[in-house]
Every structure is written in structure tokens, then in C-alpha cells.
């Protein structure tokens, strides 16, 4: 089979379309089977879980602040009765009994002011912890859509570019004998169907060819079309 010079420049072009087009589909499958958002999500998932953590903890402080405030309430009317009871008695040892009473439950109320002080320094720094982790979780959220986006668009941009170098192809097809075409197509059928000579290898299959088949395929005329000897590609020289 001879080529025209028109037809070799199409297979010289269709060999190099080939090659980014085999390019492509990889970089596309690796897109379709990657999940970008796998770090971010997990990220996302560890400072929920803390943020959840947290809400929990502040609402189990509450309780511990309402319970103290509640025993210093009766610590403190248990104080103001004794002390109400001193004033009205005349009986010197039920006064004692009493001051020993209210020295005991000042005692108590000391202990509870420290706690509460104690419990409220602590419910503050965890809303402060809150407030960060809400940020932290807000800012992921935000991260977790732009790589969502990206890869959608490069996804995308990969099947656009796919498409254009279907098209390019069966223009290029179209430019060839219908002889020529016929056996083109054939062989994309079983994998690469051009390549280009460089180097003493095969482009279609990147095998370098014996110094046998190099010096069969120079002894033909430049416009026969010849096939790689490894994978069948229609090779051009
Ligand atoms: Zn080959």
C-alpha cells in the first residue's frame, strides 16, 4: 500500500493525537477513581467530632454551675436563719451551737465560691475552644467545596479536550484512502493504531525494533506503508 504525502502528514498528525489521546484517558481514569475531598473530609469529620465533644462537655459544666449556685443558695439561707435564731435566743449554748453552725456553713460557702469561680473560668476558655472549632469547621467546609469544584472542572476539562481530539481524529480519518482508513481503524480497534519511528522504537508501543526489522523496514520505498513488526501500528518513518 503506497501513501500520498498528504496522507503521511495526517498519520504523523493522528500518531501524536493518538499519544495525548491515550494521555488523557489515563489522567482521566485516574481522576474519576481519586477522591480529592478524601483528606478534607476526614479533617472535616475529626474537628465535628471535637466541636460535638466540646457541646457536650460546656452542657455538663452547666449543670455543674447551676448545682453549685443552687447549694450556695441554701448554704446561704441556712446562714441568714442561724443567724436570725442567734439574735432572737437567749440560751447560751444553743447560741454556740448555732455561731459553731454558721462558722461551719461560711466554711462550706468558701468551698462552693472556689468551685463556682473555678467551674466558670472553665466554661469560658471551652466556649472559647467552641468558637474556634466553629470557625475551623466553617473554613473546612469552605476548602471541602473548592476541591469538590476543582476536580469536577478538571474532570470536566479532560472530557471537553477528549471530545476535541474525537473530532480532530475523524477529520484527519476522513483525509485518508479509504484503504488506508479501513486498516487504521482496524487496528485502534486492538489498541494503538499509528506510531512514529523515533529512535529506532516504536511510538505505539514504545518497543525499540531489532536492528533486522529497522534495516527490512529502510530497504522498503519511503511511500510504502509499513506496520510496526511488535504491535502492528501502522508505522510512519
Ligand atoms: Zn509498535
Do not use: W
Not at 435566743?89 to 453552725?101: A, K, V, Y
Not at 472553665?122 to 467546609?141: C, F, H, N, V
Amino acid at each position: 500500500m503506497k501513501l500520498t504525502e498528504a496522507e503521511r502528514d495526517s498519520l504523523v498528525e493522528l500518531a501524536e493525537l493518538e499519544m495525548q489521546l491515550q494521555k488523557l484517558k489515563a489522567s482521566k481514569s485516574r481522576l474519576e477513581a481519586s477522591d480529592p475531598a478524601e483528606q478534607a473530609n476526614a479533617e472535616f469529620l475529626e474537628v465535628s467530632e471535637k466541636l460535638s465533644a466540646s457541646r457536650a462537655e460546656q452542657e455538663d459544666m452547666q449543670l455543674e454551675v447551676t448545682r453549685i449556685s443552687e447549694d450556695l443558695e441554701l448554704v446561704e439561707s441556712r446562714m441568714l436563719r442561724d443567724q436570725g435564731l442567734i439574735q432572737q435566743s437567749s440560751n447560751s449554748s444553743e447560741i454556740t451551737g448555732l455561731q459553731h453552725e454558721v462558722e461551719t456553713l461560711n466554711r462550706r460557702k468558701g468551698e462552693l465560691e472556689t468551685d463556682l469561680l473555678e467551674k466558670m473560668e472553665q466554661q469560658e476558655s471551652l466556649t472559647a475552644i467552641i468558637g474556634q472549632l466553629t470557625a475551623q469547621k466553617q473554613s473546612l467546609r469552605e476548602q471541602l467545596e473548592v476541591v469538590e469544584k476543582n476536580h469536577d472542572q478538571e474532570l470536566l476539562d479532560a472530557t471537553n479536550q477528549l471530545k476535541e481530539l474525537v473530532v480532530r481524529r475523524n477529520e484527519l480519518l476522513e483525509s485518508l484512502s479509504d484503504e488506508t482508513s479501513a486498516d487504521y481503524q482496524r487496528k485502534a480497534t486492538r489498541g494503538v493504531p499509528v506510531g512514529l519511528l523515533r529512535e529506532g522504537a516504536c511510538t505505539a508501543c514504545h518497543l525499540n525494533l531489532t536492528a533486522t526489522d529497522l534495516s527490512a523496514i529502510r530497504s522498503t520505498d519511503v511511500d510504502e506503508l509499513v506496520h510496526c513488526p511488535e504491535c502492528q501500528a501502522i508505522l510512519i518513518r
